[in-house]
C-alpha cells in the first residue's frame, strides 16, 4: 500500500522555539495532506486540511499563525510549530490521500511525530 | 454532523478470550465509509479495515471480525481469542464520500484501549 513518512519521529525544544514537521507521501503524489493532533490518551483531532499550492483549511479552533502548514509539492507538507509552549506537547500525525482512492475515502497515515516542549 | 462513539474507555480480558469493541456512528450522508485502526504503544496507526455503506455483509480475517449494522448504526470488532500482542488502543472513524475540502478527512471516535493478560 502507499507510505507516507514524517519525520522526525521525536522531538523536544525549549519553549519559544519553532519546530517543523515533515509528511512525505513517499509513492504517490498527494493533493490533498490532513494534519491530526492527539494528546495523550485522547483521541486523534483534525486539525487542519492542507491543499497543494493553495492555504490550508484550519478547524475551528486551531491556531492558523501559530501552527504554518506548506504543502508545496505533490509529495510534501510541512507543519510548522511556531513559538512553541509546553501545551503545544503533543503527538502530531499526518495523513494523505492517494487521488487514486478518494474515491473510496482511505487515508494513509504517517508514522507520527511526538514533540515534547520544556 | 457526523460522530463516532467507543463508549468503552478501557476493557481488560485474559489471553484465549474473545472481546468485542464497540462503534456508533451518526451521520446523514448515504455514502460513507468506516474504519478500524489499531494504535500500539509505540504510535502508529495500523489500518485494520475500511468498510463502506452500502456493504453490510460482515466481514473476518483470521481471528478479527466486523459486524456492520446499518440499521443499528453500528460497526463493532470481535477479536477471537485475544493474544498479549493484541493490547492497543483501537479506534473507529468515519469517513465521507466526495472531493475536495474536508470531505474525506476521518473523523475519530476516542478509542477503546484493550489490554490482554497473560
Known amino acids: 500500500g502507499a507510505v507516507v513518512s514524517q519525520h522526525p519521529s521525536w522531538v523536544i525544544c525549549k519553549s519559544g522555539t519553532s519546530v517543523k514537521i515533515e509528511c512525505r507521501s513517499l509513492?504517490?503524489?498527494?493533493?490533498?495532506m490532513f494534519w491530526y493532533r492527539q494528546f495523550p490518551k485522547q483521541s486523534l483531532m483534525l486539525m487542519a486540511t492542507?491543499?497543494?499550492?493553495?492555504?490550508?483549511?484550519?478547524e475551528q479552533g486551531v491556531e492558523k499563525d501559530k501552527f504554518l502548514i506548506n504543502h508545496a509539492s505533490l509529495t510534501l507538507s510541512t507543519l510548522t510549530v511556531t513559538s512553541a509552549h509546553p501545551e503545544d506537547s503533543s503527538f502530531y500525525i499526518c495523513?494523505?490521500?492517494?487521488?487514486?482512492?478518494?474515491?473510496?475515502?482511505?487515508?494513509?497515515f504517517g508514522e507520527g511525530s511526538r514533540l515534547t516542549v520544556l | 454532523a457526523q460522530k463516532v462513539t467507543q463508549a468503552q474507555t478501557e476493557i481488560s480480558v485474559v489471553e484465549k478470550e474473545d472481546v468485542t469493541l464497540d462503534c456508533v456512528y451518526e451521520?446523514?450522508?448515504?455514502?460513507?465509509?468506516l474504519f478500524w485502526y489499531k494504535q500500539p504503544p509505540s504510535g502508529e496507526l495500523v489500518f485494520l479495515i475500511r468498510?463502506?455503506?452500502?456493504?453490510?455483509q460482515n466481514e473476518i480475517s483470521g481471528r478479527y471480525s466486523w459486524n456492520f449494522q446499518k440499521s443499528t448504526s453500528s460497526f463493532n470488532f470481535t477479536i477471537t481469542a485475544s493474544q498479549v500482542v493484541d493490547s492497543a488502543v483501537y479506534f473507529c472513524?468515519?469517513?465521507?464520500?466526495?472531493?475536495?475540502?474536508?470531505?474525506?478527512?476521518?473523523?475519530f471516535g476516542k478509542g477503546t484501549k484493550l489490554s490482554v493478560k497473560p
Open positions: 495523513s494523505a490521500r492517494d487521488p487514486t482512492s478518494v474515491a473510496t475515502g482511505e487515508l494513509f
Open positions: 509513492d504517490f503524489q498527494a493533493t490533498t
Open positions: 492542507s491543499n497543494e499550492g493553495s492555504k490550508a483549511t484550519y
Open positions: 451521520t446523514r450522508d448515504t455514502t460513507y465509509y
Open positions: 468498510r463502506n455503506s452500502f456493504d453490510e
Open positions: 472513524a468515519l469517513s465521507e464520500a466526495g472531493y475536495g475540502g474536508s470531505q474525506g478527512n476521518l473523523i
